[in-house]
């Protein structure tokens, strides 16, 4: 490398300082023997034993990874068909509209989006008696709702860099248009699919503000119970809860990181492998 | 090869009436919809009654009165200029961290990249309300970070000025820096995007022809990263105008953002057509810079 400059490595580290080391002062201050959070009383693993013993704790994380599991995976599902729908059908009625109510849940403040969806809730009930009560159905629905228009963005992108030829070519086999999907399309966009379904599970698994609003009396999510102790002030529990889920998260996505990448780079090596063959 | 009609309409028009139709009747319903409702309450009466709104009652059917409160009153005013100030401080300053970090990712070696890389995405997984709960823990009076600014204050500046503890929660300055921590990946990614895209021997042409490196940046790297800078200010600026969390937590409590006038219109006041007006305030506000983007952008395109 000619053209290293010492200020744009100096700036690069002054950088990922600032992101770092906030995450590991609470990180080390999970570990304080002290009552004060911010004070240090040297060495002590008591948070994580009275976290570990902590039945609300348990509860909400349940609670939450239900919610995650269901509307991510529903999630994916409408949005990668709304994400194969936007790249491969270039005309039909009321695609400009469909396009739009795509991106408006991304550029829209979390506030509106929640405001309008306990209004929405709140008159169905009283229209069509329907949801009877608010809680674990509306949290679910509304985070669908969200997640799906991330899931949406990733599929889409891959499927417009996706090679058309073979789908044509099963085509031209015999294939019916839905069976190309599923032994063509489906298997070639599957890496962006599992990372869809990745991303609209920790955004779900993340989300307070939404939450907040749809929630009903004894639905406390992870995220709402962490909100309504966290307002409060620093708490070495907080500390602690918070170290579990930054360390869970962040091996996750970097185990998640390393296999995804593995995978590309065999693709990409199979891909020219089966060129080299054809030549 | 099964000819029976109604496979045969499936296998040329139902499959593709399901996927489009499906995602489409599930974002109209519970996306458009409910916004919809949100539009129409903003010119509804408040009502003591459950639902407290009304519309449509009595002459004159549309109530403009929230909406003339969103532009006199000076509580939404100020709030609107607290939220935009907030916002685009916050873009600028990740912009000016940011863009040094992108540019500098752009020239280390294959594999320190894919790591720096993972490194800046990896905060952005993690949970967002415990990445501001940090942010609490470092800024608080008796923190280790806290002392530390301190004592340097207090070493520098005379006597007189010297502080017990330098005042950072609840302040608008810590809504701004914590809101630069938590959107800074934002910008650094479509930066980089940009920046990695750049043809390098552009660089050294200008400097064969005898550019200084300073020059080279300011002629050739900046002019032709726009478009990422762009995009990285929209991906920052729209979601911290509308931010609640982080005002709520670390900000003034007397010097409200927009978001949480919303909530508390909502929750406490219970004047719904009145949240609903600053809502749709809002969105008009954060409509036009998305459309200034996509002007540009189109116009970017056009030009190629």
């Given at each position: 490398m000619t053209r290293r400059s010492t200020f744009l490595i100096t700036m690069l580290c002054f950088g990922f300082a600032f992101l770092y080391i906030p995450i590991l002062s609470m990180i080390v201050y999970s570990?304080?023997?002290?009552?004060?959070?911010?004070?240090?009383g040297g060495f002590s693993t008591k948070w994580y034993v009275s976290l570990f013993q902590n039945q609300q704790v348990w509860d909400a994380l349940i609670l939450s990874l239900q919610i995650a599991l269901i509307s991510a995976s529903i999630a994916t599902i409408l949005g990668t068909m709304a994400g194969i729908t936007l790249a491969r059908f270039t005309?039909?009625?009321?695609r400009t509209l469909f396009s739009g109510l795509v991106i408006a849940p991304l550029v829209m403040p979390e506030v509106i989006t929640g405001i309008s969806m306990l209004v929405f809730f709140i008159l169905m009930a009283d229209w069509v008696?329907?949801?009877?009560?608010?809680?674990f159905t509306t949290i679910t629905l509304a985070h669908i709702t969200f997640c799906m228009v991330f899931v949406t963005t990733i599929v889409q992108a891959r499927m417009l860099q996706a090679d058309r030829a073979i789908e044509e070519a099963a085509m031209d086999l015999g294939s019916r248009p839905w069976q190309v999907m599923f032994d063509v399309t489906l298997p070639v966009i599957f890496p962006a699919i599992l990372s869809g379904w990745l991303l609209a599970f920790t955004i779900s698994l993340d989300d307070v503000v939404i939450s907040s609003f749809v929630t009903g009396p004894g639905n406390t999510t992870l995220p709402l119970l962490v909100w309504s102790k966290v307002k409060l002030g620093v708490t070495p529990d907080i500390n602690a809860l918070a170290t579990l889920m930054v360390v869970t998260v962040g091996l996750g996505v970097l185990a998640a990181g390393i296999i995804l990448t593995r995978a590309e780079s065999r693709r990409l090596r199979e891909e020219r492998l089966a060129f080299r063959a054809n030549d | 090869m099964d000819k029976h009609p109604l496979r045969r309409w499936f296998d040329l028009k139902g499959w593709r009436a399901l996927l489009i139709g499906v995602p489409y009747l599930w974002l109209i319903l519970f996306f458009l919809l409910p916004f919809l409702i949100v539009v129409v309450m903003s010119v509804a009466t408040n009502t003591p009654t459950a639902p407290p709104f009304s519309i449509g009652g009595e002459h004159p059917w549309v109530n403009l009165g929230p909406f003339s409160r969103v532009f006199t009153d000076s509580l939404y005013l100020r709030a609107f200029m607290t939220s935009v100030l907030n916002a685009a401080l916050t873009a600028m300053l990740c912009l000016l961290i940011g863009y040094p970090m992108a540019l500098a990712l752009t020239r280390v070696s294959r594999g320190w990249r894919t790591i720096l890389l993972m490194l800046v995405i990896l905060p952005f997984w993690t949970s967002f309300l415990l990445r501001v709960y940090a942010w609490m823990g470092l800024m608080g009076k008796n923190s280790w970070f806290n002392g530390l600014l301190t004592d340097s204050w207090n070493f520098l500046v005379?006597?007189?000025?010297?502080?017990?503890?330098?005042?950072?929660?609840?302040?608008n300055f810590a809504v701004v820096l914590v809101m630069v921590y938590t959107y800074l990946p934002f910008m650094i990614l479509p930066l980089y995007a940009s920046l990695e895209r750049l043809d390098p021997t552009l660089d050294e042409a200008a400097m064969d022809l005898g550019s200084r490196p300073h020059q080279v940046f300011w002629d050739v790297t900046l002019p032709q990263s726009i478009p990422g800078i762009v995009a990285g200010g929209m991906l920052v600026f729209i979601p911290a105008a509308g931010e609640l969390v982080i005002p709520t937590l670390v900000g003034n409590a007397s010097q409200p953002m927009i978001g949480k006038i919303i909530q508390d219109e909502f929750?406490?006041?219970?004047d719904w057509p009145m949240a609903s007006a600053v809502a749709v305030a809002l969105l008009v506000l954060m409509v036009i810079p998305t459309m200034l983007y996509s002007h540009y952008q189109a116009r970017a395109e056009g030009s190629k």
């Open positions: 570990f304080n023997g002290s009552r004060l959070a911010t004070v240090w005309k039909f009625r009321g008696g329907w949801p009877g009560s608010r809680g | 005379p006597l007189d000025w010297a502080v017990k503890s330098v005042p950072l929660m609840n302040t929750g406490q006041a219970r």
